[in-house]
C-alpha cells in the first residue's frame, strides 16, 4: 500500500467511526466500522484503529470495548472531512428551508430586528435540539433558550454536570465575550477546551455571523455537546445567518 492510500485508508476509518459515534453514542468497534462499507477486514481496522490510538485521535475506555473519538479526532474531523456532508445536507433538508420561510414570515410581523434575532435563535435551538444563544454587540446580555436540552444527553446524566453547565448559562457576561471572538468563517465551531471554560470541556459551541442591526454586528450560537450531528448544525446556522442578513439588507 502507498503512503497516500493508507492515508485516506486512516482517514476514512476515522470518519466512519466520529460519525458512527455521533448517531449512537457507543464506542466503535472494528467490525461496525466493516459493516459501514469500508473493504478493509476486521483486522485491518483493528490495526489503523491502534494507530489512531496511538496517535491520541481514538480512546479505548474499556480493554473489551471499542474506540471513541477525542477532542483531537472531531477536530480533524471538522476541519477536514465535514464540507461534502453539509452541502448534501442543505439540498435535501426541508427543515431548513422551512426554518427560513418561517424567519421571513416573522420579520413581516414583527417591528424589532433583535426580537427577530431572538425568534431565529428559538428556531434554531428547537430544530437543534441544542441551547440555542443571540447577541448583539454592546448589548451585554446573551439570550438564551433551550436550556432544559442539557439533560437529554447521556454526557450531562450526572447530576454534578448539570449544575455545572446550568451555571454557565448564568454567566451572562463572559458568554457575552465567547460571543466576540474573530470567527474564520460564517460559522466556526469551538471544541471541548477551544470553548475557554471548565465547565464546557465536553461541549460544542458554533458560532455564526448574521450581518448587523442598526449597525450593530449580530451573532447566533448554539451550545450542546461534543457528540452532536456536526453537518446539520453548522447548515442550519449557515443558511439561517444568510437569510437573516439578508433581510436585514432589504428591510434597512
Not at 449512537?24 to 477486514?41: D, F, K, N
Not at 481514538?58 to 474531523?77: C, D, F, M
Not at 433551550?146 to 450531562?156: K, L, S, T
Not at 457575552?176 to 477551544?194: A, K, M, P, S
Request: with cysteine; glycine share 6%; aromatic share 8%.
Amino acid at each position: 500500500m502507498c503512503p497516500r492510500e493508507a492515508k485516506y485508508r486512516k482517514e476514512d476509518v476515522l470518519a466512519e467511526i466520529v460519525e458512527a459515534y455521533l448517531e449512537t453514542g457507543i464506542p466503535v468497534a472494528s467490525q461496525h466500522v466493516v459493516e459501514r462499507g469500508l473493504e478493509c477486514s476486521s483486522a485491518t481496522i483493528r490495526n489503523i484503529m491502534a494507530e489512531l490510538t496511538e496517535e491520541g485521535y481514538l480512546i479505548q475506555p474499556h480493554t473489551s470495548a471499542g474506540r471513541i473519538p477525542t477532542e483531537k479526532a472531531y477536530r480533524y474531523y471538522l476541519d477536514y472531512m465535514l464540507d461534502a456532508g453539509i452541502e448534501r445536507i442543505k439540498k435535501r433538508d426541508r427543515k431548513i428551508k422551512k426554518a427560513e420561510e418561517i424567519i421571513e414570515e416573522k420579520a413581516r410581523e414583527t417591528e424589532s430586528m433583535e426580537e427577530l434575532l431572538k425568534i431565529t435563535a428559538d428556531i434554531i435551538s428547537e430544530l437543534a435540539h441544542q441551547t440555542g444563544m443571540s447577541v448583539v454587540w454592546g448589548h451585554k446580555d446573551v439570550y438564551l433558550h433551550g436550556r432544559n436540552y442539557i439533560v437529554d444527553y447521556q454526557e450531562f446524566q450526572d447530576i454534578n454536570r448539570i449544575r455545572e453547565l446550568l451555571t454557565v448559562f448564568e454567566m451572562s457576561e463572559l458568554l457575552y465575550e465567547l460571543f466576540w471572538r474573530d470567527l474564520r468563517d460564517r460559522v466556526d465551531v469551538f471544541i471541548g477546551e477551544e470553548i475557554g471554560m471548565p465547565e464546557t470541556r465536553d461541549c460544542a459551541l458554533l458560532i455564526s455571523y448574521c450581518g448587523k442591526v442598526e449597525g450593530r454586528e449580530a451573532r447566533l450560537g448554539l451550545l450542546g455537546p461534543m457528540r452532536m450531528d456536526y453537518a446539520r448544525n453548522i447548515a442550519l446556522l449557515e443558511e439561517v445567518s444568510r437569510e437573516l442578513e439578508d433581510l436585514w439588507r432589504r428591510l434597512g
